[in-house]
């Protein structure tokens, strides 16, 4: 039988993803049955669903999860670096829940459909006069996404976005669709705040925000050894405050952002970070044998970058484009343990010189207390190490790792990680009550994968 152009390209695409994983036993069914690889943003994670959804009601949604023969997961705009969605069963897509569906100008509060990506969240807020209270480094999640892993911004003063959640609806294993708050299932309600999409599918979201507000954002390069003596102050004075330290030199980037009452704008450059990243790049490849030469040249070229303020609405502050792709992993360590820990990985990277280019990434956020939030019961600093996204980052990653572990850290769920519930269990005091409240929802594991399955504990 002839192909056209179209199906032979679509069966060679099928064809690699599989290979790529090493289904080879399932190659000839793919074809056969012409299956959609899915993968994520960085290229790590891949799978191959038997079906993939996006229903367009909540009564549609709760028969696609009633009727599945085998998994269910959901996915929001695949911007994890963890083995959160890969599935061979059904990915669900709320693509189709999505806007501002209902707002109080009294309680500034506002109700999005799940599946809305947190960039067209900004200005329909900015119409009715709100904000979110902070926000993460990119905008590119969708809202449903972004809270079951705890997505945060920086700020010792602000919480991640799940701590903001008000209310929350969700179709269950069973297919029912119940609506949750403080008032009506207090601690299903409270658990689902940050749930990896394991307890059921979210529909819609309300969120606690404030009045829109502006920002200021500066940006200026400063010894590594510099900046973190000078913490304390430096959290205590402003909003908003992280830095990037760059790897295999002594410097810097750091980054405050404040609100402001000046109306004039200084709008944010076009474009994303691949002009810097590439100098950082090329760094590398040259210098990287060669430690002092690669120090001396990282400290002058860094020095010389421009970075000019940028003044605007919030939503237009927080966010930037990331045109480069990476793997990451980031731990969330008890806040005054930061500093220590940011230093004994730089020390680690330095003695080792371990090869990656991409700065680390040192911030804040707020405790809460939400069972299985990264932040929950402990201020915390969240610490990234990240690795291109075409240079092998298991080395890497593996020996950075036990610094992590060693100041007890939480490893980010939407980022890599090697921990299993065992660990889980020492390190959350209330994770066998989060492993209680799944099992109850969905007793036979219809929302799990197996990365979760390692992560809960559960067997079959
Ligand atoms: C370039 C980049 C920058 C990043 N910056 C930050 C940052 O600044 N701060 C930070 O904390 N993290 C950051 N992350 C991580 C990212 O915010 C999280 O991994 C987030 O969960 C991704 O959202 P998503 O919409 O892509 O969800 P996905 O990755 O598609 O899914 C994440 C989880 O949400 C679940 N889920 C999705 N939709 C639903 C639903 N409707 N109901 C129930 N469960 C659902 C999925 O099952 C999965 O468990 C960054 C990631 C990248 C790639």
């Not at 913490?231 to 410097?251: Q, T, Y």
């Amino acid at each position: 039988m002839a192909l056209t152009r179209r199906e032979l390209i679509a069966q060679i695409g099928a064809l690699t993803a599989l290979t790529a994983t090493g289904g080879f036993s399932s190659v000839a069914q793919a074809a056969r049955e012409r299956l959609i690889p899915w993968r994520n943003w960085s290229g790590g994670q891949t799978c191959l669903p038997a079906a993939r959804v996006a229903p367009a009601t909540e009564a549609e949604l709760a028969s696609v999860v009633k009727t599945a023969s085998g998994g269910v997961r959901a996915v929001g705009s695949s911007h994890s670096f963890s083995a959160l969605i890969p599935t061979d069963g059904t990915l669900v897509s709320l693509s189709n829940f999505n806007g501002l569906l209902s707002h109080d100008p009294k309680t500034l509060q506002a109700e999005f459909g799940a599946g809305t990506p947190m960039s067209q969240m900004g200005e329909p807020l900015l119409k009715v006069g709100q904000a979110l209270p902070n926000m993460a480094d990119i905008d590119y999640q969708t809202l449903a996404g972004a809270i079951s892993t705890s997505t945060h911004g920086t700020g010792p003063k602000f919480g991640s976005y799940s701590s903001n959640v008000v209310g929350l609806r969700m179709v269950t294993a069973k297919g029912d669709i119940i609506d949750l708050d403080k008032d009506h299932h207090p601690e299903l309600f409270n658990a689902a705040r940050v749930s990896l999409g394991s307890l059921g599918i979210i529909t819609r979201i309300k969120l606690q925000n404030r009045t829109a507000f502006r920002l200021r954002q500066k940006q200026w390069v400063q010894k590594t050894e510099e900046l973190l003596e000078d913490i304390p102050r430096l959290v205590k004075e402003n909003d908003h405050f992280e830095f990037n330290p760059i790897l295999h030199s002594d410097v810097s980037l750091a980054q405050t952002q404040n609100e402001t009452a000046d109306t004039a704008t200084l709008a944010k450059e076009g474009g994303g970070d691949g002009d810097k990243i590439g100098k950082l790049q090329m760094a590398n490849t040259y210098l990287r044998n060669h430690p002092d030469a690669h120090a001396s040249l990282l400290n002058f070229l860094v020095k010389h970058l421009e970075f000019p303020d940028v003044q605007d609405q919030s939503f237009r502050v927080f966010a930037n484009v990331r045109d480069q792709r990476f793997n990451e992993m980031e731990y969330e360590v008890p806040a005054e343990a930061g500093p220590d820990c940011v230093r004994e990985v730089l020390k680690l990277i330095r003695d080792q010189n371990l090869n990656s280019f991409i700065p680390l990434e040192y911030r804040y956020v707020k405790a809460d207390n939400i069972p299985i939030s990264m932040f929950s019961g402990r201020d915390s600093c969240a610490i990234s190490v990240h690795q291109y996204y075409d240079m092998d980052y298991h080395n890497f990653f593996a020996q950075v790792e036990p610094i992590f572990w060693k100041y007890e850290g939480r490893p980010h769920w939407g980022k890599l990680h090697n921990l299993n519930a065992a660990q889980f269990t020492k390190l959350y005091p209330r994770f066998k009550e989060f492993q209680e409240i799944r099992r109850e929802m969905d007793p036979t594991g219809k929302f799990l994968n197996g990365h979760l399955r390692s992560v809960f504990g559960v067997q079959c």
